[in-house]
């Protein structure tokens, strides 16, 4: 059974890593796909390999942080496919240091990006959804936004802020049939783990109760449970993909 079968879903940051396996997993459970990223080259390789499995592709270059970005992409989508059904808020940054080194710019950059970015587009798909009287949002937090991390107080007030804002915006859009659930991602092999230091990586294996790490697919076939209709009772919620670091 095709989960997501025709419908339409937008997902930022789907360049590469966790979005690049979102996209991939919807696209091959009938979804077509807006593919969007600041890596305008990184976008349009997924879009291709969405077509590649039979799907409608779009690749739009967006920076999420800013409002009339995220705004147009919403638009955009609307004018090519005449609705949206999903959005994924994927994208997002680190920008790590001790809190009594970190300065300004990477504590605003991150805060921008991972929250403020979430927020805007919401705030753009929210009419759209709002006029269909159906939607699915799902936005990516992560285990950091639970538990904290040192070197991390900008990433984990912001992945927070996620799960602040998930729950005040399911509240929200309830009434319209428009479900909004956060997903909180554990240690997952993407390139924002890669250049871990073997320590930090050593003591995140001794947190995780199943013994490995996360795949972008595992983060994935959950986005695929929350945008289908086997969560249609489902709001407001955060799911751990951690393999149980957080229980
Ligand atoms: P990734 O490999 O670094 O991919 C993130 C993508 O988002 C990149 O293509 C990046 O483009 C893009 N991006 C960055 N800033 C953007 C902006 N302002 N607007 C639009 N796109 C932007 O990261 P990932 O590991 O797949 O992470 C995806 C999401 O999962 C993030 O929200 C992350 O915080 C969360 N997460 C990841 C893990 C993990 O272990 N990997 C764990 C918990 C949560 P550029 O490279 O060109 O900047």
Redesign the pocket.
């Known amino acids: 059974m095709n989960l997501v079968d025709e419908q339409i879903a937008v997902i930022?940051?789907a360049?590469?890593?966790?979005?690049r396996a979102i996209a991939l997993r919807f696209a091959a459970n009938g979804a077509h796909i807006v593919v969007?990223?600041?890596?305008e080259a990184?976008a349009q390789a997924t879009a291709a390999e969405i077509e590649a499995l039979g799907r409608q592709a779009l690749a739009i270059k967006?920076?999420?942080?800013v409002a009339n970005e995220a705004e147009n992409l919403i638009k955009a989508t609307v004018e090519r496919f005449g609705r949206i059904d999903i959005l994924v808020n994927?994208?997002?940054?680190?920008r790590d240091s001790l809190l009594m080194r970190m300065d300004e710019a990477q504590w605003d950059a991150v805060i921008r990006?991972?929250l403020k970015?979430t927020f805007n587009c919401i705030k753009a798909v929210s009419r759209p959804m709002m006029k269909q009287r159906q939607g699915r949002i799902i936005n990516?937090?992560?285990?950091?936004g639970v538990m904290g991390n040192a070197g991390q107080a900008n990433?984990a007030a912001s992945?927070a802020g996620v799960i602040g804002l998930t729950k005040s915006a399911a509240k929200e859009l309830a009434a319209r049939n428009i479900l909004v659930n956060a997903v909180?991602?554990?240690?997952?092999e993407?390139?924002?783990?890669r250049n871990l230091p073997a320590e930090a990586v050593e003591t995140f294996r001794t947190l995780i109760p199943l013994q490995r790490q996360g795949m972008?697919e595992d983060v994935a076939d959950v986005c695929l449970f929350l945008a289908g209709p086997l969560s249609a009772y489902v709001t407001g919620q955060v799911i751990h993909v951690d393999g149980g670091m957080v229980m």
């Open positions: 930022t940051g360049a590469r890593g966790i979005g969007s990223d600041v890596d990184g967006t920076d999420v942080s994927n994208a997002g940054i680190t990006v991972n970015g990516i937090s992560s285990v950091v990433y992945k909180a991602p554990g240690y997952i993407t390139e924002m783990t972008p």
